[in-house]
Each structure stands twice: as C-alpha cells, then as structure tokens.
C-alpha cells in the first residue's frame, strides 16, 4: 500500500473523445509525475508536477496535460484520443528532493 | 521513448533457485531504482541506489549500482512463489530530478 490512489481503475473511450485521470498523492508528498505504459513495455515518463506548476516533460504531444491542486492532487487530461493512447496510466508522487517515487494502482485507459 | 537495456526479458525458474537481471545504459545516471510489478497493479518500489558501486539488500533481494555508472543489477536468493512478476529497473539521468526512465522489464516465473 503506497498511499498513492488513482480513479477511476477502468476506463474505454472512443476515438476524439477526452478523458480526465485522478491522482491522490501520498501524504507529505508535493510532486507528481505521470507515466503512460503500454501493454509488455516499461512506463514512459510523461510529465511532472511541483507546486502545482509543470516542471518536467517527456516526448508527448500538448494534448496530454495535467493539473496539480493545493493538496498535491493531480490530474492528466488526455484530448482528441487516440487508439494507441490505450494503455496502462500511471501516477508516482513523492516529497521533492528524494529520487523515491511511490506508484498508484494506475488506471486501463481503452480507446475504441 | 528512451529506455535502458534490461535482460533478460523473461526467465523460468525453480523455486529454491537464485535470480540475476541487470540493466544497463548508454547514458550516466545519478540513481537506480528496483520496482515489482503484479498483473494490474503499480509498480512497487524494492530497492533504491545513489552511489557507484553501492550494494544495498532488501531481505532476499540484492541490488547494485555500477561502477561506470551505466548499470545495475539485481539478484534475488532462493526464490519463493511470490517473486513471480515483472521487474524493472529505472534510473535518473543527472539535472532531470524527477523523471525516470526505465528498462523494459523482466518476468520472472517460478515453478514450486
């Protein structure tokens, strides 16, 4: 139990439709990242959040955002989906200055 | 997306049998870490490292930071039924707090 929960579990949305993806950080800890993993692949780094300000992107397109609120909750906005943004999301947060991020359960996103 | 090395891809072993991956890189990282992966779940953290050629043990895991800095390993002794899983390693690049890269996994299965 990593402290860190996300919703919902299980997503399917149709091609061009947008979703929003919810991250509840683990307590005392004021940064979040996200990460995108497909299906036999390790998680891909999307981007990061730290006071409530994006400070970190990987090789993603403007239409993958996120938000970070004043009690270090998150969210990824994913717009105009995609079939191969099907994949497994997942959210890590941990205290700034410490390497040690601790994963949420992740959400299945399907895109139909 | 860029990724480490990470071998072997799979391995099929007895219960009682000691396991060796490791992960390497073009690049020099800062950090390593060990994440645990079951089927629809997060990654859970194992083991991190923060220095060249450091040796720090988790109960039955072992891990291993690289003297060149490009790579790490990771051993467990005398498997048990519940080591079965996905295992990756992930590193952090020098200046990129926060963002980790990680290899593409190892699944691990073992025969009682």
């Known amino acids: 139990e990593t402290g860190v929960t996300q919703s919902p579990t299980h997503l399917i949305k149709t091609r061009g439709q947008q979703v929003t993806l919810r991250c509840s950080s683990q307590s005392g800890h004021n940064t979040v990242s996200w990460y995108q993993q497909a299906l036999g692949q390790g998680p891909q780094f999307i981007f990061q959040?730290?006071?409530?300000?994006?400070?970190g992107r990987g090789n993603f397109p403007p239409r993958f955002s996120g938000l970070q609120f004043p009690n270090y909750s998150s969210e990824l906005n994913v717009n105009a989906l995609e079939l191969d943004d099907s994949a497994l999301y997942l959210c890590a947060s941990r205290y700034r200055g410490n390497t040690e991020a601790f994963f949420g359960q992740g959400t299945r996103l399907t895109v139909v | 997306g860029q990724q480490l090395n990470q071998s072997p891809q799979s391995m099929f072993i007895q219960e009682g049998e000691d396991v060796s991956m490791n992960c390497t890189s073009s690049s020099i990282f800062n950090t390593w870490l060990w994440y645990k992966q079951d089927p629809g779940e997060g990654p859970v953290l194992l083991i991190a490292l923060y220095k060249a050629g450091e040796l720090t043990s988790n109960g039955r895991l072992t891990a291993q930071f690289g003297i060149t800095r490009k790579d790490s390993f990771l051993n467990i002794s005398a498997s048990i039924p519940s080591d079965v899983g996905i295992y990756f390693c992930a590193g952090q690049l020098y200046n990129q707090g926060g963002k980790l890269i990680f290899g593409q996994g190892t699944e691990l299965s073992v025969k009682p």
């Open positions: 959040y730290y006071r409530e300000e994006e400070n």
